[in-house]
């Protein structure tokens, strides 16, 4: 099983396993860019989300694209995910290569919870 396959399944047991057999892989992307991060927050996969963070996934980690995992979860909408990554030191101002941020992405998916999750975490709400 692979570590993708292990996030998708939000198994635990076996995301843990592949980690301590090669810790490199927490923020190694797959074919397509995605990190481990980016992957389980972007399924919702709480839990999977956890364990990578507490394994030093990088929470700032961008794709090529320049999206973040909070970037993701601000277009899918899960306040808990999105308050475990602000925790864990997710970076609300970073943008990604269109030059969008977290607040940004909330707002044009209508994720009226994300854009107060962020604001009541001290995003500003004017763009620059």
């Known amino acids: 099983m692979t570590l993708q ?10 995301i843990k396993t592949i980690l301590a057999q090669d810790p490199s892989l927490v923020n190694q992307p797959d074919y397509r860019g995605f990190s481990p991060l980016v992957l389980a927050t972007y399924l ?13 996934a990088d929470v700032n980690q961008q794709d090529a694209n320049g999206n973040t995992a909070l970037m993701g979860v ?23 290569n269109s030059g969008d941020t977290a607040l940004d ?3 044009k998916f209508g994720r009226q919870n994300m854009v107060a999750l962020l604001v009541k975490n001290g995003a500003e709400l004017n763009k620059d």
């Open 105 to 107: 992405f909330a707002r």
């Open 74 to 96: 601000c277009y899918k909408g899960s306040e808990d995910i999105g308050q475990l990554l602000i925790d864990s030191g997710a970076d609300m101002g970073l943008k990604n």
């Open 44 to 56: 919702q996969k709480e839990k999977a989300t956890q364990i990578l963070l507490e394994h030093q």
């Open 5 to 14: 396959e292990a996030i998708n399944n939000e198994d635990v047991e076996a």
